[in-house]
Each structure stands twice: as C-alpha cells, then as structure tokens.
C-alpha cells in the first residue's frame, strides 16, 4: 500500500516546482517516521480466495486482508466506491477518507474533555 501512496504522490508532484517538492517529500518523510508504518506480508492466493465475499472489486481484496491482519486504528481511502460502510462492518474496520479522518481527529483534539483526561497508554 506504501507503494501505491507513493507513486500517487510522485504523479501529483509533477507539475510543481523543485522547492516545493522538496518540502512535500520532506514532509512526508518526516509522517512516516511519526508514524512508524507496520509492513503486513501480502496475503497468499487462498486467502485472497477465502476473503472475496468481504468486497466487491476483487483488486482490493489483498488490500483489506492486509489492512485487517494489521488492525489499523483507521483505514484510509478516497476509494468510498469500493471501500464502503458495508465494507467497514464486514470488517469491522474505521473506513474514512483522510478529509473525514482529520476532521475527526481535529474534533477529538478540540474536545475539552478530550484534553482533560487524555486517553492512557497501556
């Protein structure tokens, strides 16, 4: 997945300029760092197999699988066509694209309450 986020980014690049570039890259090296990413194996052909009920486009069936064996706190998508709220039950994964997902983070770090009694780390 780390790949296809990548060239997607390398492909929005493209037209600007090298300073700006620069900064975006930066920037984005710095958020993996932060976020310290987990590489999940890609799922074997019988388990691709065996999950094919859990999505309709058949392409994305490894990326759930993977998604789902990583047990991500979000999963985060602008595919809502294909990665639907049928989906995020099936799974019982938190599907958002990443617009609905900052602003839930941004409405959690805003809550006073939130701020009070910060979640404790186990």
Do not use: C, Q
Not at 28 to 38: R, S
Not at 88 to 99: E, H, N, Q
Request: proline share 8%.
């Amino acid at each position: 997945m780390r790949e296809e986020v990548e060239e997607n980014l390398l492909l929005r690049l493209g037209g600007m300029e090298s300073g700006d570039v620069n900064r975006v890259l930066d920037s984005y090296v710095h958020l993996i760092d932060l976020m310290k990413p987990e590489m999940v194996p890609f799922p074997g052909e019988a388990e691709v197999m065996a999950g094919r009920h859990l999505i309709r486009h058949a392409a994305d069936v490894p990326v759930l699988l993977s998604a789902i064996a990583s047990r991500p706190d979000w999963f985060i998508t602008h595919n809502t066509k294909h990665f639907t709220p049928a989906v995020a039950r099936r799974t019982s994964l938190r599907i958002a694209t990443p617009v609905e997902f900052f602003r839930a983070l941004s409405d959690s770090l805003s809550d006073p309450r939130r701020r009070a009694n910060p979640p404790s780390e186990s």
